[in-house]
């Protein structure tokens, strides 16, 4: 996310702040950023949980989302199924690394954990290097 002078976490971090930006109060969200740890958005005396679309919690959340700076490794198995416990609808997960990859084990339980949770995943990867 710092290559490039940074320009990928900026580039997503305006997408995800327009994204929280358009939510309505009846519908609800969670952010959850991760290198070697997944560091979910948990507003202060808040459990770990989705969050309502209010206009409160919009502005505190897009402070949340300038507040994180990239740094360490990519460890994507934990920060999925974080997310997938608090059963939403749909994760929209972010990457710019491709390694390390999931193991067969690990895809196989986010498989079944998403199913369990009617969860559908959208995994966007983006970077430079072509397929």
């Not at 459990?47 to 409160?56: N, Q, R, V």
């Not at 690990?106 to 990867?125: M, N, Y």
Request: no cysteine; proline share 5%.
């Amino acid at each position: 996310m710092n290559g490039f002078g940074g320009g990928p976490l900026r580039a997503a971090k305006s997408e995800l702040k327009r994204s929280i930006e358009s939510l309505s109060e009846a519908q609800q969200f969670q952010i959850i950023f991760y290198n070697d740890d997944a560091k979910p958005f948990v507003p202060a005396g808040s459990p770990l949980a989705l969050l309502t679309g209010d206009k409160s919690m919009r502005r505190r959340a897009s402070a949340y989302v300038d507040s994180v700076r990239a740094f360490g490794g990519t460890e994507h198995y934990g920060a999925l199924k974080m997310a997938l416990r608090m059963g939403p609808d749909v994760i929209f997960f972010l990457t710019d690394a491709r390694v390390p990859r999931l193991t067969a084990n690990q895809l196989a339980d986010v498989k079944r954990l998403a199913e369990r949770a009617g969860t559908s995943i959208h995994a966007i990867e983006f970077g430079t290097e072509s397929w």
